[in-house]
């Protein structure tokens, strides 16, 4: 026979079952908050409409152009503040931390290709999350070009560790 003691009210079990549940995942939703606020305004500014990133390549309305230096501009006043501060994360409560990349062969090219695939699909891949959520469906090709692009690297990558052996090269 169960112990009586140990139920509550199905009123109280369900509230402390949502607490529970949110304290758990107040990263993820914390992060899926902040990622359908940032869809909303990249929407809202024209960045996932097609015609505006033609029309910023074709340099004949710069709209698009302003939104990305002011998000340029922000970023940079944020970073500055998050170093002088010393801000600590959110969701870890760890100081967050800026480290600088070296240099790398091949970023030139890479940001080519970059630049080459966002003038293709008028879309970059911040945009393509928040085009999906709109529903345009070509944002989806988008997304498998990005994905298979994404694989190709990883592969090239350890290609190009493996010092070009194809046996080694998918294996862990």
Partial sequence: MENESHKKPPIESLKLTIISFVYAYRANI???IMGA???FLMSHAGATTFDYHAKM???IDLQLMKVIGTAVVVAMI????????HIQAV??????DFVKKPYQQGLVAGA????IGWA????CPGTVPAMLGEGKISALFTLIGL??????????????AHNGSYADTFKK
Avoid: P
Wanted: charged residues 5%; hydrophobic residues 55%; proline residues 0%.
């Fill in 30 to 32: 914390l992060a899926l």
């Fill in 37 to 39: 606020t940032f869809g």
């Fill in 57 to 59: 390549f074709l340099f």
């Fill in 78 to 85: 944020g970073v500055y503040l998050m170093k002088k501060y």
């Fill in 91 to 96: 969701t870890t409560g760890m100081e967050v």
């Fill in 112 to 115: 080519f290709l970059f630049g």
């Fill in 120 to 123: 293709m699909t008028a879309s």
């Fill in 147 to 160: 994905l298979l692009g994404t694989m190709a690297y990883g592969v090239l990558q350890s290609f190009i």
